[in-house]
């Protein structure tokens, strides 16, 4: 569990993000929570040099469909990292294991088949609170974390 802030960086080591495209997908489930993880990634993006032209935002219905998502937007946009972004909180049932498998799994696949980094910003937590701590709350914002992640792979990716 962490007991950090999760989004300070160092911005001098971070590469320059002015000439790379990027696609975000954002599951409506949860909107609190997905809503200020986009937030925080979107302004460390814009912060580390991206443009908001060259920032692409989709929504889809929950984060099982960020994989569709992820993928339609790999085959229609010319783009240089993806971000995945959603919440899944724990329940009474096991609906939240097989969720939180198939859509780590399909990110998995997804970084696997095509040439694009795709970034998993999906919160899976035990309860509501956990996921109001990491999307802007005392732990940070794991959507700057992971717009962090998407620039340096972004920068990887043109090696």
Known sequence: MATTNLSYYDKATIPNAKN??????????????????????????????????????????????????????????????IIAIGNVIQGETKHFDFVCDGVTQGIKDLNIKYDVPIIFCVLTDNNKQQSLDRSGGKHGNKGIESAIAAIKMAALREF
């Open 20 to 81: 790379f495209r990027f696609g975000i997908v954002v599951s409506e489930w949860n909107a609190d929570i997905t809503d200020n993880l986009y937030l925080g990634a979107k302004q460390a993006l814009l912060e580390n040099g991206a443009s908001e032209s060259n920032i692409i935002k989709w929504d889809v219905p929950g984060s099982f469909e960020l994989i569709y998502g992820c993928k339609k937007m790999i085959e229609t946009q010319k783009l240089n990292a």
